[in-house]
């Protein structure tokens, strides 16, 4: 695995010497109403997650009001039979609440950024001061909308979700082309919920070899099972859709991690990345006391002087204050030199 740098994305330092980024995903979960996506945001804060993500788009920015087949949802979606337009209306953050959401979250110590769809949306974004930008799974083919946001200068997240290895190339090199760019690759299924078996983590790491960047995890499953996993294999950033309950009806309410499982994937993502570690044998502080338990060789019965030690007269048990068990058989077949009760412990300076 290559080493490398902390980026700095709001106030939080992310890279592999830190616990992964929580990244709360609010997405359509506000359901039509500023107080709850205001909810969604406090929620987010007191689980312990360093951000939250929303999405800057409109209807008519992302696709057109259509009729025709091939603007429907397919039938094979969690949101089968709407048109594109009325499932991404139904969806889109107002606008003109960004700004208080923004607001809120440098009152209550989290960082707010987005995904912007156009560029127009980043535009809007710069003006609110946003630490960041994420790209879309669907979006990485749009390379001006990836120069767009490099222009920033701000740090660049982009999710890999159904991406080539040759587009995932192509988007990076199309960033770095505007100019230096922090950034970083998030692994994604586009399933909604996904299975963990198609989340196929490896890939961080080839891409952080391939591109030289720091990778993370979007992931759409169900539980933290797999967002551990990734942590563990150096993921610097983890996305998860947030909700304040699944049981609303929210387009994404019904995958989506709760405020208890948030907090949850907060302490144990923590745990995973310190769990992890360096390569090092040497004990530590905590580790010492307990070494004395090691086995070691003992006499398991009263010997007397000048009496040559047979097997039986050995045993190999706890704790270590005798010979290591590895030199039994050069203790077998000497004599003691002095009478030695069970119990003690074999050193060199009881036998010849």
Known sequence: MISLGD??????KVGPS???????????NHNGSLKRALQIVEAAQKAGAHAVKLQTFTAETITMRSNHPRFRVSNDNPW???????????ASLPWEWHKEI???????????????FDSTAVDFLEKLDAPAYKIASCELVDLELIRCCARTGKPLIMSTGMASFDEIKEAVETAREVGPC????????????????????????????????????????????????????GAVLIERHFTLSRKDRGLDDFYALEPSELKLLVDE???????????????????KPYKRYRRSLFFARDIRKGSCIVPEDIRSIRPSDGLAPKYLK???????????????????????
């Not at 830190?18 to 359509?28: D, G, L, N, R, T």
């Not at 196929?200 to 967002?227: P, Q, R």
């Not at 203790?331 to 060199?348: C, Q």
Request: net charge negative; glycine share 8%.
């Open 7 to 12: 980026i700095q994305i709001g106030d939080h």
């Open 18 to 28: 830190h616990p992964p980024m929580i990244v709360a995903e609010m997405s359509a």
């Open 80 to 90: 089968a039979g709407q048109s594109l337009f009325e499932l991404y209306q139904r």
């Open 102 to 116: 923004f607001d809120l979250g440098k009152k209550i110590g989290i960082t707010v950024f987005s995904s912007p």
């Open 182 to 233: 922090d950034l970083v690759l998030l692994r994604c299924s586009t399933v909604y919920p996904s299975p963990a078996g198609l989340s196929n983590l490896k890939i961080m790491n080839h891409l952080a070899e391939s591109f030289h960047v720091l990778t993370g995890f979007s992931d759409h499953t169900v539980g933290i099972g797999a967002s551990l996993a990734a942590t563990a294999l």
């Open 269 to 287: 993502s923590k745990a995973a990345h310190e769990a992890v570690g360096s390569i090092r044998y040497e004990l530590s502080e905590d580790e």
């Open 330 to 352: 050069e203790i077998v077949g000497r004599k003691v030199r002095l009478d030695v009760k069970r119990g003690i412990p074999v050193s060199w300076d009881l036998v010849e």
